[in-house]
């Protein structure tokens, strides 16, 4: 008889690919296999997690209590002004709401909480339960807009309709439905709008300062640190860059399709992406902005002549060192394999939850021969290749710790509950000095990891 494991590798191996030995041939996008524990989110939650930053927005989840629980908070989303979207409201629908239906409920919570917290717009989250029953949201909310004169919007987010990935598409939705109503006399014509940066640790306030030394206006953040108001002006803007393009590559697209705004993909992860992300978007505005390309220029030569003597230091102790990669989006894999290689570690393992075909052919072009590729994994799988690889250290979200911990690999934390600032040249810093500092602790001294994993398989 086979092994669960042999089962569950057969089953998914259209979604495993080793450099070297497999021709590039991966399946993703695809609804997770049932019966294993997938890194995957589900729909509801893949939306909430693009809207929850904009911090003085309302954010109603229309569902059981136990919904709202499991993605209050998820991110560590800095605001610099309201703090709104820190607090979780559910309708909590009990036997009796599910029987007969929560669309009164919905419209007494959603009267209650705008009158009591004065917010500049509302999102309703549908969950799974609501898309059965048939709730119908869009009356609800438009009726709620009419009588508190601010927008109310549904998410679409059932998470019964697909994977993390539908969720992305559901908030891009519910976003475009507040652009195009703000006034835009103040945009410079050098100016552009933030997408799929979600302000962990602070982080769009670093790329921020980058985009003003540069002498670019932004108008938005989407979504970290994110205002209602902003959003609504945000089709003024010259050009959207997009970061996470998984979470929100569909609202670029339905802006340049409605407002003719083009957008540039970009990364602000290690020093390779960062720098030549600055570049490109100089190299946009530069004939309406003359010398903004030196600008650009000096603003990089100064971070990295301060930055390189010190990865120098990091990188005499790392070099040869093997390193894991399992994200949510993709695009971050792209710089994590960068910035490994650039402190002479070798990445043997990479993948992530909700990546494209596009984006595992690129990662299968940038990476080392053996290297193993795989989409929307589940701990068995990733126990198994990181013992197989003999990783020093894994970066993943907190799904992935315990099995790092387990295993006694160490870990560094890519996702959203990190507290330290990891985009830009300071960023790339403080991710050299906390790979570093987990892969040479003193503690593998006295807790091997080849004897973890001896313990471990027992």
Wanted: charged share 25%; hydrophobic share 40%; proline share 3%.
């Amino acid at each position: 008889m086979k092994s669960t494991a042999s089962v569950i590798f057969q089953e998914r191996k259209d979604q495993i690919v080793r450099k070297g030995r497999d021709a590039f041939d991966m399946s993703c996008n695809r609804e997770s296999l049932a019966g294993a524990v997938s890194q995957r989110a589900c729909v509801f939650c893949g939306s909430r997690v693009v809207l929850y930053p904009i911090a003085d927005a309302l954010h109603l989840v229309h569902g059981p209590i136990g919904c709202a629980a499991y993605t209050w908070d998820i991110r560590g989303a800095l605001s610099s002004g309201p703090d709104l979207h820190r607090l979780s409201f559910s309708t909590d629908l009990q036997e009796r709401d599910i029987i007969f239906g929560g669309e009164e409920k919905l419209y007494r919570a959603l009267s209650e909480l705008i009158e009591r917290h004065g917010p500049k717009a509302a999102f309703v989250y549908s969950t799974c339960i609501v898309g059965i029953i048939g709730d119908d949201l869009e009356a609800v909310c438009r009726k709620v807009a009419s009588e508190r004169g601010i927008p109310v919007l549904p998410v679409q987010s059932e998470g019964f309709k697909g994977n993390k990935r539908e969720g992305y598409g559901a908030a891009c939705k519910a976003m475009f439905r507040l652009m195009g109503s703000g006034d835009t006399s103040t945009i410079s014509p050098i100016s552009l709008n933030i997408l799929g940066d979600f302000n962990l640790a602070g982080e769009i306030w670093i790329i921020r300062e980058y985009f003003d030394r540069m002498g670019i206006q932004t108008v938005a953040n989407i979504t970290g640190d994110g205002r209602v108001a902003d959003l609504q002006r945000a089709h003024g803007a010259t050009l959207n860059v997009v970061q996470c393009s998984g979470a929100t590559m569909e609202l670029a697209k339905m802006m340049k399709d409605s407002f003719g705004t083009p957008f540039l993909r970009v990364s602000y992860f290690g020093v390779e992406d960062m720098a030549e992300s600055l570049y490109r978007i100089a190299a946009f505005f530069e004939p309406k902005a003359p010398g903004i390309v030196e600008r650009t220029r000096e603003l990089v030569k100064g971070e990295l002549s301060e930055l390189y003597p010190r990865l120098q230091e990091f990188r005499r102790e790392l070099s040869g060192k093997k390193a894991a990669i399992y994200v949510g989006g993709a695009f971050k894999a792209f710089s994590l394999v960068k910035a490994f290689r650039l402190l002479g570690m070798q990445v043997v393992l990479v993948g992530s939850q909700t990546g494209t075909e596009e984006d595992y052919k690129e990662l299968y072009e940038i990476t080392d021969e053996g290297t193993i590729i795989v989409d929307d994994s589940n701990p068995l799988e990733l126990s198994s290749f990181l013992k197989e690889k003999d990783v020093d250290v894994f970066v993943g979200g907190v799904k992935e710790r315990p099995i790092a911990y387990k295993l006694g690999v160490g870990f560094c934390d890519h996702n959203h509950e990190r507290k330290q600032p990891l985009e830009g040249f300071v960023g790339m810093l403080n991710f050299a000095r906390e790979i570093h500092s987990s892969v040479m602790s003193p503690v593998w001294r006295f807790v091997p990891r080849r004897k973890a994993r001896e313990t471990w398989n027992e």
